[in-house]
């Protein structure tokens, strides 16, 4: 008999890690794990057992032949917001030492309301990564151009890594100006900067930012440069400590990160800064894949998870890019999938207002410790989970399988303290405006993200995930008309198996400046399409070394070059999937132009494009790619809609006014075919599907659960 071949994804997320395993006939199972962020490893293992206890495999049976290990986590963005990172230094092109303290005004703004972005004067400024007393100028000088203004004086380059050697760092960042059209003086000071190491018995690692983000924007790219020194470390140090202890339990493939455009990338090869959104880019992976499967093309992905609410947008089966992206109030310049995030989940704390006296959500969350009060690891403020358990949403005998007992006398005295006794309610209707709260809320940035880039919230599907997706779901697409609303039954670990729908890939990107007029001559387009085929073959070449030294067949590579173009005079780029890598002929550049201009109507409407302003391209990029096993959705027969079966009791539950009979199903005996009609609840050891009054589930062939209106 022929061993079976295992696939397993895990994505750890602030509150729970959750793990997804699949084998080739498409048969899954997953596992959920409260997260450890002292040790990522711990979680990671945890999880991954119980997937393998539910899936019913042994370790010998698995581990030795499972292909792919995947994974997914905010492990640096975790060290960057406690400034738990390593001591780093700086080598900066002289007259530009205070480059990062200065920052852009951009940056200085995020996340403050309106209000306050008003009154300027009572921003708080971003703790410093590298201090300025770490930070050292060298003479040196190259043009935007790429051209050598000013040679680099070496004995400062010698002089500068001396002193920050005599400083006890632990790491030396190296960014020039303009150095992403010129990289000699980075790499010469990063030899420079090795040669002194090496002299002093250091071992000090040493980034330079052409090496980690070659785009323009030198306070994005210093930023960039310096959360991969400061973080990546410990981040790449936790991840590795997950692959030693898979090696141990007989696994023979390398760790694989989930990458924050998409896509995996091993441990060794990954750069920790392309990994920050890794597990809520996973979601959308996973929205994209079975929008596929579906013929679905506008999708808005939502996942509720224990500490943040992560949303996704597809958009004609395309996702967007952020080019800007944040990760803990940093702006960096290496594009990201664009995934948007409010603190909102099942461990958002809820409070009364002193000021105001009312009922306030969120955004501070209780994480997975102390973890919501109900809890029992010390939690002392109510959560969104407190509210659910009173609700009667959760049966505290029964979370995540009976593996957890939850203690609900603890998260009624949480509340009626908190909240109930000072607002003069009853608990369950505290618990109910805990509830609806965050349910709005989350409604509202959902419906937002669609309505303010001009498109129709009736064309889009929206996708229900996270642990707490199933809870909440119904509460927050009540008001919203979407066409379709769908959950699944791995929605608790649906992030996980967005990953495993990934092939693995590297992204590269790098900045020029090619400039196209209108009307231009056959000689222009060729001198500026010389720029886009250097690039691209660069490019290219950096790739297949990089998939070689992973062991990868180079005849397996697909490579996709795009570039980040605009119209002369726009601030903002759009990503352009380009039909040629080399540009041949003058006919070749037309092509450019029309993908351009082609990929930027589908956006703003062919009634505004501009082709007499030229066309301008800043960054060049390339997405090379080696197809991997995908997840297989099993069919399964069709049944009487009649869910008797599954019934496994009834219980009072709390729904918007009073307290309703509600059926309680074991998911486990939910079949295709099914409907479920509220007031109903069906369990799932690591989530709970509700339907309210009025709704209604319908499961199908492959076991996806459709909320509906109505009762059939």
């Known amino acids: 008999m022929s061993k079976k071949t295992y696939y397993c994804y895990t994505d750890a997320g602030g509150t729970f890690t959750d793990s ?52 997914g986590t905010t492990a640096i963005i975790n060290t960057i917001l406690t400034r738990s990172g390593i001591k780093t230094g700086a080598i900066i092109t002289k007259g530009f030492e205070q480059l990062p303290f200065i920052g852009r005004a951009a940056q200085a703004m995020t996340e403050y309301s309106w209000e306050d972005i008003l009154h300027y004067n009572t921003h708080r400024h971003l703790d410093d990564l590298v201090p300025l007393s770490l930070i050292r100028g060298v003479t040196e000088r190259v043009d935007s151009f790429g051209e050598v203004m000013i040679p680099l004086y070496e004995h400062e380059a010698h002089q500068a890594a001396k002193e920050l050697i005599a400083e006890d760092v632990e790491a030396i960042v190296i960014m020039c100006l303009y150095s992403h059209m010129n990289s000699a003086h980075e790499l010469k000071i990063k030899e420079i900067v090795l040669e002194e190491c090496a002299k002093a018995g250091k071992n000090i690692e040493v980034f330079t930012s ?37 090696r141990t339990r007989g696994n023979k493939t390398p760790l694989q990160i989930t990458l924050s455009q998409g896509g995996l990338s091993s441990v060794a090869q990954a750069k920790m800064i392309e990994t920050a959104m890794s597990g809520p880019v996973g979601g959308l992976m996973g929205g994209k894949f079975i929008g596929e499967t579906y013929g679905i093309e506008n999708i808005i992905t939502s996942d ?49 207002d002193p000021l105001i006296g009312r009922l306030q959500v969120g955004p501070k969350s209780a994480g997975s410790v102390p973890g919501p009060v109900c809890y029992g690891l010390g939690g002392v403020n109510p959560t969104v989970t407190d509210a659910d358990l009173i609700l009667r949403y959760i049966n505290a005998d029964y979370f995540l399988g009976g593996r957890v007992k939850l203690d609900k006398a603890a998260a009624e005295k949480a509340i009626k303290e908190k909240i109930a006794d000072p607002l003069g309610i009853d608990i369950v209707h505290a618990a109910w405006g805990i509830k609806e709260i965050i349910d709005i809320q989350m409604e509202n940035y959902c419906r937002s993200l669609i309505s303010t880039k001009g498109y129709a919230v009736e064309e889009y599907t929206m996708m229900s995930f996270g642990g707490a997706g199933p809870t909440h779901c119904a509460g927050y697409v009540k008001n919203t008309p979407y066409k379709n609303v769908m959950m699944f039954p791995y929605s608790s670990v649906f992030c996980a198996f967005g990953a495993s729908a990934a092939d693995f890939a590297h992204h590269y990107i790098k900045s020029t400046r090619m400039y196209v007029p209108f009307g231009a001559d056959d000689e222009t387009k060729m001198t500026q399409g010389a720029i886009y085929t250097q690039l691209v073959r660069e490019l290219k070449q950096q790739a297949t070394d990089q998939f ?14 795009h570039a980040y173009v605009r119209y002369n005079g726009q601030l903002e ?67 009487k809609p009649d869910p008797k079966k599954a019934q496994k009791g009834v219980r009072k539950c709390f729904f918007e006014d009073d307290y309703y009979d509600t059926k309680i199903y074991a ?33 199908d062939e492959y ?10």
């Not at 952020?322 to 958002?348: C, K």
């Not at 076991?703 to 059939?712: A, E, F, N, S």
């Open 20 to 71: 997804f395993i699949i084998d080739e006939s498409g048969n899954f199972a997953s596992g959920k794990s409260p997260s450890t962020p002292q040790q990522l490893a711990d979680g990671h293992l945890a999880s991954l057992d119980v997937a393998l206890d539910k899936f019913g495999v042994t370790e010998k049976e698995f581990f030795p032949n499972c292909e792919v290990f995947g994974f």
């Open 210 to 246: 052409v090496e980690t983000a070659p785009v323009h924007r030198e306070c994005n790219r210093f930023n960039a440069v310096a959360i991969e020194a400061y973080g990546g470390s410990i981040a790449r140090r936790s991840m590795k400590e997950s692959e030693t202890r898979l």
């Open 304 to 352: 509720v998870g224990g500490t943040s609410f992560d949303v996704g947008l597809l958009t004609a089966g395309r996702f967007g890019l952020n080019m800007e992206p944040l990760i803990a109030r940093f702006l960096i310049n290496i594009p990201y999938v664009q995934v948007s995030s409010i603190g909102a989940g099942g461990g958002t704390m809820a409070y009364v």
């Open 548 to 561: 070689t030294e992973e062991g990868y067949n180079v005849n397996e590579i697909e490579f996709l070059p």
């Open 573 to 639: 780029d759009i990503k352009v999937t380009m039909p040629v890598d080399r540009i041949d002929c003058p006919e070749d550049m037309d092509k450019f132009w029309d993908a351009f201009e082609a990929e930027y109507s589908r956006i703003f409407s062919v009634h505004a494009r501009y082709p007499e302003a030229g066309i301008l391209s800043l960054s060049v990029g390339l997405t090379a790619q080696v197809a991997k096993a995908k997840p297989v959705l099993m069919k399964h027969k069709l049944v």
């Open 667 to 699: 998911f486990d005996k939910i079949e295709a075919g099914h409907v479920v009609n509220g007031p109903a609840i069906i369990e799932h050891i690591d989530t709970n599907y509700v339907v309210p009054p009025g709704n209604r589930l319908e499961v």
């Open 703 to 712: 076991m996806t659960l459709w909320l509906k209106k109505g009762k059939r």
